[in-house]
């Protein structure tokens, strides 16, 4: 299913024969599925999707975790082009966005160009095509390759000693054994994060003891969650013009108090911290206890949590904050520096997720026979978090150096599809055979994002956190979102070169 037809003729060139462009996207997540919908929309019908796993879905098909929800509000976490009246919760959980996802996949007929099972191993410029390469399938040609794979899909597995020794069910959040029962048995956890927290505050009262394994304490913001009346979901479906404006209220508040506070401004800052305080001397009589819960750094400069029964789980007696290293794993638990045994039926990795590595296994070649993964070396960069100088036709959704945080995704993936729909319009017009970004351009974006993320509170906030790549500076998007939605309504032509010609880069 959705298997493209290949193009014998390397040197064809779409816009000149007046042909609809072979398009292949990778990866069929929240993303990659906005994409088919986005092109179809604009007259782009021939695509083909890629997708690694027997199942779409991304983040919400892998991450099924007991008490997984959305820390973005729902009717901004929503395509807009597909309101959700029916939505149970102001935050989403992770069953109902999945469910979600494939009704919209399911109602646009999406599922028609998917091919799952297919992990690919190989993309390689032959300008003004690209040669792909998947499991299950004969090498294919294409006009273009967009990539929607997501940044938090490869899981990050500590480097403990004795790790492989534990005689426990053992496994990461992000691959979930829903064989396991946590149902009475001692279960310990490492990392804290907002995975963590929403486990620990979603199990402990069902387990016979909960060890938690606290490297650094994190900041963590109640979250107003709600639940929906009938009647609520009612007046929504009889009254469809509401969706975009609750859709924008939630974006205004979100981008007002969180992206104000990475960025500057203190207020804003300062009013997180106190909310965060509060709730933290609210829940944790315990003066110890909270104090090792207190973290010594800014709160955004790592990724807010939000969470309003992690801090009552913790101070239940069946559970225990452990803040001393870790020194191995052992068959029958973790040993900590101070020499204690904690005793595991049950160890779980709440440990993240290797960022860097986006598209990784797969190689891609560009211009020269050039390697993605070698040029980022663990640093990836992008021009506008879409492009490459060197990877004509190569187009990223949601690439690296692009906004993240307490922010609607979606929506990041909705504006930059709409820019690079006006490239290749663009293109069609000129009858170019290709576009790629400038080198100058690339470089001098990228030059003023590493001077700007050095005043944001992710650099000066007094953390260590997954933004920070192996430069030693986030890679992140340093300005207000507000100026990336802006950017993205009118690509600035002049920033890429657009070629009538057919240069090979075999």
């Known amino acids: 299913m959705g298997q493209a037809e290949n193009i014998t003729d390397l040197n064809s060139c779409w816009a ?64 807009s082009f597909e309101p959700n009246p029916n939505w149970s919760h102001r935050f989403s959980y992770g069953p109902e966005i999945f469910e979600y996802v494939e009704h919209v996949a399911k109602k646009y007929d999406v599922m028609s160009v998917i091919n799952l099972n297919s992990p690919v191993t190989e993309m390689t410029y032959l300008g ?56 009475g048995k001692r279960v310990g956890i490492i990392g804290t994060g907002s995975t963590s927290a929403q486990i620990v505050g979603e199990v402990t009262s069902k387990v016979r003891h909960m060890s938690v394994f606290q490297r650094t304490p994190h900041w963590i913001a109640p979250l107003p969650q709600k639940k929906y009346s009938a009647l609520w979901k009612t007046v929504l479906r009889a009254c469809p013009w509401l969706h975009p404006h609750l859709s924008n209220f939630y974006k205004k ?77 052992e068959p029958e638990g973790v040993r900590t520096r101070d020499g204690h045994l ?43 978090a879409m492009t490459i100088p060197g990877f004509p036709n190569f187009w990223m959704i949601e690439g690296p150096t692009g906004p993240v945080g307490n922010l609607s995704l979606i929506s990041i993936t909705e504006v930059q599809l709409g820019y690079l729909i006006q490239c290749l319009n663009k293109m069609k017009t000129d009858k170019a055979a290709s576009i790629v970004v400038k080198k100058d351009a690339y470089e001098a974006y990228n030059k003023a994002m590493a001077e700007a993320v050095l005043t944001t509170i992710w650099a000066t906030g007094g953390c260590d956190s997954w933004y920070i790549d192996k430069t030693g500076i986030p890679n992140l998007y340093p300005w207000h979102p507000n100026r990336f939605y802006k950017d993205m309504e009118q690509p600035d032509f002049s920033e890429y070169q657009f070629s009538q010609e057919i240069a090979s880069g075999v």
């Not at 009013?271 to 509060?278: L, W």
């Not at 797969?362 to 640093?379: C, I």
């Open 342 to 384: 904690h005793e595991l039926d049950v160890l779980i990795l709440a440990t993240g997720f290797n960022v860097s590595q986006l598209l990784l296994p797969a190689r891609v070649y560009g211009e020269n026979k050039m390697e993605l993964g070698e040029l980022w070396d663990g640093a990836p960069r992008a021009h506008r």
């Open 16 to 79: 000149k024969e007046g042909r609809t462009p072979r398009i292949a996207i990778i990866g069929a997540g929240i993303s990659g599925i906005g994409t088919v919908i986005a092109l179809r929309k604009a007259g782009y019908t021939d695509l083909t999707v890629y997708e690694k796993a027997d199942k779409i879905g991304g983040t919400w098909r892998d991450n099924r975790y007991p008490g997984l929800s959305c820390d973005v509000p729902s009717y901004w976490y929503s395509y």
């Open 253 to 329: 508040n979100m981008l007002t108090a969180f992206a104000e506070a990475t960025v500057g401004n203190v207020v804003e800052q300062q009013k997180i911290e106190k909310a965060c305080m509060e709730l933290l001397a609210k829940d944790v009589s315990d003066p110890e206890l909270r104090a090792k819960l207190t973290p010594d750094y800014k709160a955004t400069c790592k990724r807010l949590i939000f969470c309003s029964d992690y801090y009552t789980a913790i101070s239940r007696d069946n559970a225990e904050l452990i803040t001393d290293d870790i020194e191995c794993i």
């Open 128 to 183: 003004p095509k690209w040669q792909l390469k998947a499991e299950g399938h004969e090498t294919q040609i294409f006009d273009f390759i967009i990539t929607a794979t997501g940044v938090l899909h490869h899981p990050s597995y500590p480097d403990i000693r004795g790790i492989d020794t534990f005689k426990g069910a053992m496994f990461h959040t992000a691959r979930w054994d829903d064989s396991v029962s946590l149902e």
